[in-house]
């Protein structure tokens, strides 16, 4: 097959996977480059247990290294201060780039990480859109004039931040990594990007083509490598003036300690969730409903950071209501990550396997009822089948700890009021759904849901024009939209004083 066929099928994919050759060497001042110590970590195919790549592992002489360079870079203005219509331009070729390569960045992450393919190339139009959303606005944000009297003029200028570490999770590799760097490097800041040791082939690819794009020496890097020792460089680095993160809570925490211990750096976070998808009894097509809830959880495996982990059925419905999702997750089983049929694919790693294993049992412990799947499917590779809990509540520990896996726990409820105070019993608040065909209801419910965002008669709804993030501890940044090139600004203010005649 000619590589610039589409891939259709499953031979052409395994074809394709035949002939891939990946970048694993850090990417420091415009050079692919080994570890300072040469050490190397291995990439595994979660699907097959072969080994990927060994990946330059970095440490702090090489978060150092690329911080000075990227303080360079900075300083020098050839990014920074470059014309915003010349840095459109050039992030704009970024974006043709990926488009052109968009199968083999696709084939990386599902090859990386276990993803279904289909779902990769999904990703890759939501990064390319997120690149070229970025590189569109631009020139088309203006700073401000404030209201003031005749002798004096004051202006609100928007400058880039500084040097801003990029830190992201494996989940949807490049995707995650888009939603950082496209607004960090629009806004005129040098980056330094630091993929998840589960995931970081995709992003040593970008680095090529941000290099073929024209993307100045040291503006862009890529410090492959683990979250203790290159990423904790980073953000205990005194020159690093922003992170910008994706992943856990519990890592969220730290990196706000590391900032507090060394420089007092801004600190981004979009952390964990374990969402609440509301299902009221007026809903009119239950069958569609119940198959939006079941993708919801066991989309990519349910290593979604909104996975609608908690259905919350009101109890008129909610026996009928179960057995159309587990109908619909019948549908949704694990398959080969490079079938295009696929709808679930492997489980990132063993850690991961075994964690959402033992969730599974302290389910089944804890009194929850198994309706379906439970057990790890036989290998070779890392497969769960989607496994649904009913019968749950929020003292159980699957009821309130992310799984980040395909395991679904269903609560009834009987009145609006319950279901919004058993909604809101969550440290989390990254997304909720909500299902009805009352609009009093819809707004009266979705006003006192305390999340980042909320979807109505739909799952995971949006596009570049929306703000995408957390409140409580789901985080506190923003990503997508032009409010996240924002976040990678600073404000001056200038205030001038004019002779008055
Ligand atoms: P993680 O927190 O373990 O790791 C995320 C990144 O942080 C990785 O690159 C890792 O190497 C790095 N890291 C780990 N320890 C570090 C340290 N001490 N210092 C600096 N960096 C460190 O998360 P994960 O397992 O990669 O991803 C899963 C989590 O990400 C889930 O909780 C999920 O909900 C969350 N997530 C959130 C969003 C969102 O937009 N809110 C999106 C995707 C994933």
Redesign the pocket.
């Known amino acids: 097959m000619s590589r610039t066929s589409f891939p259709r099928t499953l031979a052409d994919w395994q074809a394709r996977a035949a002939e891939l050759a990946v970048e694993s060497r850090a990417f420091i001042d415009d050079s692919f480059v080994a570890a300072a110590s040469g050490d190397t970590f291995v990439s595994i195919n979660p699907a097959t247990g072969e080994t990927l790549a060994q990946v330059a592992s970095c440490d702090e002489p090489d978060a150092e290294r690329a911080v000075a360079v990227a303080r360079r870079a900075f300083a020098d203005g050839a990014w920074s201060r470059m014309a915003p219509g010349k840095r459109k331009k050039t992030l704009l070729r970024l974006a043709d780039l990926m488009e052109a390569n968009k199968h083999e960045l696709a084939l990386i992450d599902t090859l990386d990480m276990g993803k279904p393919i289909s779902s990769s190339l999904g990703d890759m139009a939501g990064a390319i859109a997120c690149l070229r959303y970025q590189a569109e606005c631009i020139d088309k944000l203006y700073g401000e004039v404030a209201p003031t009297g005749e002798d004096s003029l004051a202006l609100v200028l928007r400058e880039p931040i500084g040097v801003v570490a990029a830190?992201?999770?494996?989940?949807?590799p490049l995707m995650?990594t888009a939603?950082k760097i496209a607004p960090a490097l629009a806004a005129g800041n040098s980056v330094i990007l630091?993929?998840?040791?589960?995931?970081p082939l995709s992003a040593l690819r970008l680095a090529q083509l941000a290099q073929e794009a024209g993307i100045p020496r040291g503006v862009f890097q890529v410090l492959p490598?683990?979250?203790?020792t290159?990423?904790?460089?980073?953000?205990l680095s005194m020159e690093v003036d922003c992170?910008a993160?994706?992943?856990?809570?519990?890592?969220?925490k730290?990196?706000m300690q590391?900032a507090g211990q060394s420089n007092l750096k801004r600190v981004y976070?979009?952390?964990?969730?374990k969402s609440p998808n509301l299902v009221f009894a007026d809903c009119k097509n239950l069958d569609q409903v119940a198959s939006y809830a079941a993708a919801a959880i066991f989309h990519n495996q349910g290593?979604?950071?909104?996975?609608g982990s908690r259905l919350l059925v009101e109890n008129t419905i909610r026996d009928d209501f179960v057995e159309r999702v587990l109908k619909a997750a019948e549908n949704m089983q694990p398959g080969d990550p490079l079938d295009p049929q696929s709808f679930m694919g492997a489980i990132?790693d063993e850690t991961?396997h075994r964690r959402i294993l033992d969730y599974i049992r302290q389910g089944v412990e804890e009194g929850a009822r198994l309706r379906s799947g439970g057990k790890a499917i036989d290998g070779p590779g890392l497969f769960i089948p989607p496994t649904v809990f009913d019968g749950v509540t929020a003292q159980m520990t699957i009821g309130r700890e992310?799984i980040?896996g395909p395991v679904l726990a269903v609560f009834g409820f009987d009145t609006e009021e319950e279901a919004i105070a058993m909604a809101n019993d969550t440290p989390y608040g990254?997304a909720a759904g909500l299902w009805s065909q009352d609009i009093d209801r819809i707004m009266r419910v979705t006003r006192r849901l305390q999340s980042?965002q909320v979807f109505v008669n739909n799952w995971a709804g949006g596009d570049q024009t929306m703000p995408?993030?957390?409140v409580k501890q789901?985080?506190n940044g923003r990503?997508k939209s032009h409010h996240s090139l924002e976040e990678y600004s600073e404000l001056k203010s200038v205030w001038m004083s004019l002779q008055s005649s």
């Open positions: 830190i992201v999770p494996w989940n949807f995650m939603w630091k993929p998840s040791e589960k995931s490598g683990f979250g203790h290159v990423g904790k460089a980073l953000a992170l993160f994706t992943g856990s809570t519990a890592v969220g730290q990196l590391y976070l979009e952390c964990g969730g290593e979604v950071c909104i996975a990132v991961q992310e980040f990254l980042g995408f993030g957390g789901s985080g990503d």
